[in-house]
């Protein structure tokens, strides 16, 4: 538990960007398609989501090499396989950290459409 926490942690200046730059971008979405002139049209989902399916796709790859990036640098590598964690346990913590930020943010989004 301590690893995936420590992984929230540290990934969350990076989450916290992308989750301003998802909302602003939903926002800016939602509000061109609501005061469009054609209000008997309703947007697919795919043009209403679009800030949010980009956010996947350069959020898992943004997360990827933020969270592994400890790999990096010798000093903090020594320190991360020092621990007593398994190499497959820290894999799935910071794994599973990234998809946490990637669900919230989803979620965030979602919510504010």
Known sequence: ??????SI????RVGYILLALVL??????????CTALNHDN???MTKMFTPL?????????????????FLNKRSDSDFYHSLPVS???LFWAISLAALT????IVLSSVLLT
């Open 9 to 12: 942690r540290r990934l969350s």
């Open 24 to 33: 602003v971008a939903s926002a800016f979405f939602s509000i061109q398609y």
């Open 53 to 69: 399916i980009v956010m996947i796709y350069v959020g898992g790859i943004v997360f990827a090499f933020e969270g592994f990036s």
């Open 42 to 44: 309703v947007p697919s």
């Open 1 to 6: 538990m301590k690893p995936y926490l420590e």
């Open 101 to 104: 930020w990637i669900a919230a």
């Open 87 to 89: 190499r497959k346990k």
